[in-house]
């Protein structure tokens, strides 16, 4: 077969994000003035690539973030596989790690390789690789999309690249990320490689 060629993006900056308060699966929040600019430059930047096909979470700053190429007709799945970690009762509440121990706690389990823990109410690491493994399965099955785009959430992005290059869970955080940031990956039939990490050039002037 062909080389699959991906191109993977977390969706635009919320409102919630510049304030710092947890979205997770639960909270279906909309991008703001800048995640929109953000949006259309990354539009901008990549409306010449044949795309195939659009995957998406169901969450609509999923959607909003590749709304200019869903404006062209291009197909478009949502998946909830593609859904951001849920941080259960944590949700929609400002959280960081210097200022609640409980959570940083979760983060250094996670860190040290216990992937099964998760706050109060919420999901897992192994959780979220589990409802991920369907969708990965797609895009292996589907040879005749040969370029395709896949917008969705930090967390979520961070455990699905371990999974396509077979990293363990506990090196998620060795994937950065940011609003609107593009890794591109190659699917060879095989295995899948990153030929870019972490691009942001289409974002150069914000």
Not at 91 to 102: K, Q, V
Not at 118 to 128: I, K, Q
Not at 161 to 177: I, K, T, V
């Amino acid at each position: 077969m062909s080389v699959k060629k991906i191109y993977l993006i977390r969706h635009g900056q919320t409102d919630f994000n510049v304030r710092g308060i947890v979205q997770g699966s639960g909270v279906d929040s909309s991008l703001n003035e800048t995640g929109r600019r953000q949006a259309a430059r990354f539009h901008a930047a990549y409306a010449h690539l044949p795309f195939d096909k659009v995957y998406t979470s169901v969450l609509r700053r999923t959607h909003e973030s590749v709304q200019g190429f869903l404006d062209r007709g291009l197909p478009h799945e949502a998946h909830p596989g593609l859904n951001e970690i849920s941080w259960g009762v944590r949700e929609g509440l400002r959280i960081t790690p210097e200022e609640d121990a409980e959570y940083q706690g979760v983060l250094d389990q996670w860190a040290a390789g216990q992937t099964h823990a998760r706050l109060l109410g919420g999901e897992s690491p192994d959780e979220v690789a589990a409802r991920q493994r369907p969708f990965i399965e797609l895009l292996k099955s589907r040879p005749e999309e040969e370029t395709v785009l896949v917008c969705m959430h930090g967390r979520a992005m961070r455990v699905l690249l371990c999974q396509l290059l077979n990293y363990p869970l506990q090196h998620m955080d060795s994937f950065e990320h940011r609003n609107l940031c593009l890794y591109r990956l190659h699917y060879s039939g095989s295995m899948f490689t990153v030929s870019s990490f972490l691009d942001v050039a289409h974002l150069q002037g914000e």
